[in-house]
């Protein structure tokens, strides 16, 4: 499998899974990107169709935005952030990735700094 055929069966599982979750005001969807360099969260009122809060592995200016310890930082950061915006509850998009290592770990650290989904 190449990867233009690995980034097409990634959209086509995003695709999928977009269809059941939608973010609202109430409780705005926690979207997940991760590169090969660096991971990107934010936090969308998919109604308005607008990004509330947004933090990444390149605006905290991590040395290895690629591994599992940024992926940490970038999900308590966006908690953080929620938490200042009054958003407390969130529904989680990991965009087409398996819940696992870096988009898990974003996950568990966004949970235990206070977001709830």
Do not use: W
């Not at 409780?27 to 660096?38: D, E, Q």
Request: aromatic share 6%; glycine share 8%.
């Amino acid at each position: 499998m190449n990867n233009k055929e690995k980034r097409e069966a990634r959209i086509r599982r995003h695709v999928r899974v977009r269809k059941n979750i939608s973010g609202t005001s109430e409780a705005p969807r926690l979207c997940v990107f991760r590169s090969n360099k660096a991971i990107y969260a934010q936090v969308i009122d998919d109604t308005k169709g607008i990004t509330l809060v947004s933090s990444s592995s390149l605006e905290l200016k991590l040395k290895n935005g690629g591994n599992i310890e940024a992926a940490s930082k970038v999900g308590k950061d966006i908690a953080e952030k929620c938490k200042k915006s009054k958003i407390k509850k969130v529904v989680f998009d990991r965009g087409g990735f398996l819940y696992h290592g870096r988009v898990a770990a974003l996950a568990e650290a966004a949970r235990e700094a206070g977001l709830e989904f």
